[in-house]
């Protein structure tokens, strides 16, 4: 009776008996064509590759686009309050574009070709949204001198025209 159970196999258990893999016992699937992969591959490759580093160069140039829609959460979720977060935030929304600007030539040093130039310029423009940002941040919060009253410090003081002095008692 124990042979007898030992060489049942059950569905669960996993043959680990090596075979040939040339001997061609499993059928190929139905539409399988093992010649019609082999004719375009080289061709396909180099064509694949370009088409990699395009899409990966517009990715780039798009992320601070993409960006935008958090960033404007997260100003929103910060608060207009004159405290230490929302102002961490907000100089942390000018450095970052400022420093990806000056860095564009390191980021696009492996793009090459015609649309380098418009990809830089899209990631310049999404940038600069990204500072605009900041700014109407710096606006809500009242941190920029957007009134007159902002630069009374600067002002001359306003000359008199004419003097009053002091009266006579009746009684």
């Known amino acids: 009776m124990s042979t007898k159970v030992a060489n049942k196999k059950f569905k669960w258990q996993l043959d680990f ?3 040939s893999r040339g001997s061609g016992d499993i ?3 139905p539409g399988f064509n093992p010649s019609a992969g082999q004719t375009h591959s080289e061709v396909a490759r180099d ?6 580093i395009l899409k990966k160069s517009w990715d780039i140039a798009l992320g601070p686009i993409k960006q935008f829609p ?6 929103y979720m910060s608060g207009n309050s004159i405290s230490i977060f929302p102002i961490m935030m907000v100089v942390m929304m000018f450095i970052r574009p400022i420093k990806a600007v000056l860095s564009t030539g390191a980021t696009f040093k492996v793009i090459e ?5 418009g990809q830089k310029f899209v990631y310049f423009l999404g940038n600069l949204v ?10 809500s919060m009242g941190l ?11 002002a001359d003081p306003q000359a008199r025209l004419e003097y009053s002095g002091g009266g006579m008692s009746l009684l």
Request: proline letters at 7%.
């Open 17 to 19: 008996t090596p075979r």
């Open 27 to 29: 059928a190929s699937p």
């Open 47 to 52: 064509n694949d590759q370009s088409h990699l």
């Open 70 to 75: 958090m960033n404007l959460l997260i100003m």
């Open 113 to 117: 070709g015609i649309q380098a130039t």
């Open 130 to 139: 990204n500072i605009g940002l900041a700014l109407y941040k710096c606006h």
């Open 144 to 154: 920029l001198p957007t009134h007159a009253s902002d630069w009374l410090a600067f």
